[in-house]
């Protein structure tokens, strides 16, 4: 259940990306494409982590968050985004990456963050 990550992003080029790159190194990981979709999927598959963007059509990545946690849920979430890392509340989030980003770094905070 731990490896199994949500990767929640409006870009579906940058999500799949984001896909292969955990599948390569035994993550099991599903897509999802705005907020609305993120909240349904979280409700029951068993996550580990997300990484969530936070520049989203419908529900921002940072709205998401705060609904998450306040049904209680404590799934680690990292956000990835283009936004500056100082924008960015991380009080209640596992981490930040910043677009574009090195597939080392993400997998570093990925490790880190589903193994806590």
């Not at 306040?70 to 596992?94: C, H, M, T, Y």
């Amino acid at each position: 259940m731990a490896k199994k990550i949500l990767v929640i992003d409006d870009e579906e080029d940058i999500c799949e990306m984001i896909k292969v790159l955990l599948e390569s190194e035994g993550y099991e990981v599903e897509c999802g494409y705005d907020g609305k979709e993120c909240l349904e999927k979280v409700k029951n598959n068993g996550f580990g982590l997300i990484l969530l963007d936070i520049f989203m059509p419908d529900i921002s990545g940072e709205q998401v968050l705060k609904l998450l946690r306040k049904e209680g849920n404590k799934i680690p979430i990292i956000f990835v985004s283009i936004k500056e890392r100082e924008e960015v509340d991380l009080s209640k989030a596992q981490g930040f990456v910043q677009k574009p980003f090195k597939n080392k770094d993400l997998l570093s905070l990925v490790k880190q963050s589903i193994e806590v």
